[in-house]
């Protein structure tokens, strides 16, 4: 989904003067930039912001009310595209899912923008908010998906709770990943989580 459409899906109906992406773009790229070079959150001014992206202060409020709203999209922007499930078994699609968060781990030591997004986010009720409903609500909606579907296959027990199941499989990759940054994310990890936990999940038969 593009910037645009995000942004349309948020707000509802567009009124007065069209946007443009390409304009929305290099601001959102603008900021990323100042959070590349370590800039905190407490320093981006909407001047700043305007210089780095070569706009005025008034272009981005017109698409912004304020620097935290600006943000929420410059962490929508920075979040790696979801994975497409294959769909062949509830496993497969749990390991693709564990696998896509095991990526952002790597990508956000790696990568100062996500380093420095997720970090000041914490520091914000309102972005944190945001981001749960827009990143994290999201997929955990779609394991929830794969799970009842699992239960339908008989590839996971029928008595089990859901919302409970979707949590022991994401909270290992999230204790890695978030918990321990220091802690090894080996390309096995996704299927040896997903294949030690099925073990005792996956119905015993009559």
């Known amino acids: 989904m593009s910037l645009a459409d995000s942004r349309a899906r948020r707000e509802g109906p567009a009124r007065g003067r069209p946007r443009s992406e390409a304009v929305e773009r290099s601001i959102i790229e603008g900021v990323m930039k100042l959070l590349e070079d370590g800039v905190p959150l407490a320093d981006l001014s909407m001047e700043r ?4 992206a070569g706009v005025g202060k008034a272009t981005i409020y017109r698409r912004w009310r304020d620097k935290e709203e600006l943000f929420v999209d410059v962490l929508r922007a920075a979040e790696p595209a979801d994975p497409e499930l294959p769909g062949t078994s509830m496993r ?3 390991v693709v ?6 990526q952002r781990g790597l990508l956000a030591r790696s990568s100062a923008i996500l380093h420095n997004v997720y970090a000041q986010m914490k520091s914000s009720p ?3 908010t945001a981001y749960h409903a827009t990143v994290v609500e999201p997929r ?3 394991g929830a998906e794969v799970l009842r579907r699992g239960q339908e296959n008989g590839e ?26 220091d802690g ?9 989580i997903v294949d030690a936990l099925l073990t005792g999940l996956r119905p015993t038969g009559p």
């Open 140 to 142: 955990r909606r779609l």
């Open 156 to 181: 996971l027990r029928a008595d089990l709770d859901i919302d409970f199941v979707n949590d022991l499989f994401v909270g290992p990759m999230l204790v890695r990943t978030v918990l321990r940054p």
């Open 49 to 52: 912001v305007a210089r780095t």
């Open 126 to 128: 309102r972005i944190w």
């Open 97 to 102: 899912m564990l696998e896509s968060l095991r």
């Open 92 to 94: 497969d699609d749990l």
């Open 184 to 192: 090894d994310l080996p390309e096995e990890l996704a299927e040896q």
